[in-house]
């Protein structure tokens, strides 16, 4: 099955900057890659996602790179505001059967105000 | 509203009850899931119905725990003989019928949850 890794579990930034959180992953049939937001308390949510034909997607402030090679996909999150402070999971799948996601242990991400 | 609706989204129960939640996904989205979420970790797979059909089950899923979704619409996950382990959050989510390739998305839309204590 497919293990999946999120690096670092934790980051703080300070608001304005950029953070990038990393998900590694070890199934190379894996043709989907999501991004998922989960607020404290409240359910996940796509913020961002990109199937394996591409290897970049922006949306506003947020944007993902896929290396489909080295396996691992990468969230980007540029002039960071108090309210993206969450729980960010990525969830690498193959959308030729059930698509079921497979969720990494999610990182945690701070924005100093 | 209409997003994904799960009922109750608190259970208290004591270990060896039987408890049932229901999750009513978004109204023609034939795919649903569930996925059991504990603290600090990410969801983790449980089973997925296409319409009326459960058509996987993860090993995670042991024989106390069952799944309906008898018309297509509206599910049930049920656990029997709880355990203090069965503590977590339950959560359903509901994902459009794929089309044409390049049309398809995959998203899948999560309820709130139901929080599950047993003590």
């Known amino acids: 099955g497919e293990n999946v890794e999120q690096h670092p579990s934790t980051l703080s930034v300070q608001e304005g900057d950029s953070a990038v959180i990393k998900c590694t992953y070890s199934d190379s049939a894996s043709n989907y890659f999501p991004w998922y937001k989960q607020e404290l308390g409240k359910r996940p949510q796509l913020i961002i996602d990109i199937r394996s034909n591409v290897g970049e997607k922006k949306d506003q402030r947020i944007a993902v790179t896929l290396n489909k090679t080295a396996k691992h996909f990468s969230l980007h999150i540029t002039e960071t505001q108090p309210e993206d402070s969450a729980v960010y999971f990525c969830?690498?799948?193959?959308?030729?059967?059930?698509?079921?996601?497979?969720f990494g242990k999610g990182i945690t991400l701070s924005v100093r105000p | 509203d209409t997003g994904v609706s799960q009922d109750p989204r608190h259970k208290i129960t004591k270990r060896g009850q039987n408890v049932t939640f229901r999750c009513d996904p978004i109204?023609?989205?034939?795919?649903l899931y569930w996925y059991r979420q504990t603290l600090g970790q990410g969801p983790e797979f449980l089973t997925y119905f296409q319409n009326e059909a459960q058509l996987e089950k993860s090993r995670l899923l042991s024989d106390r725990f069952s799944a309906e979704r008898p018309k297509g619409s509206f599910s049930t996950l049920e656990i029997q003989r709880t355990e203090q382990g069965d503590s977590a959050m339950y959560l359903c989510?509901?994902?459009?019928?794929?089309?044409?390739?390049?049309?398809?998305?995959?998203?899948?839309?999560f309820g709130p949850g139901t929080r599950l204590t047993v003590t």
């Open positions: 989510a509901s994902s459009p019928p794929r089309g044409r390739l390049a049309e398809n998305t995959y998203e899948q839309y």
């Open positions: 109204s023609e989205h034939n795919r």
């Open positions: 969830a690498p799948t193959w959308t030729g059967a059930n698509s079921k996601l497979t």
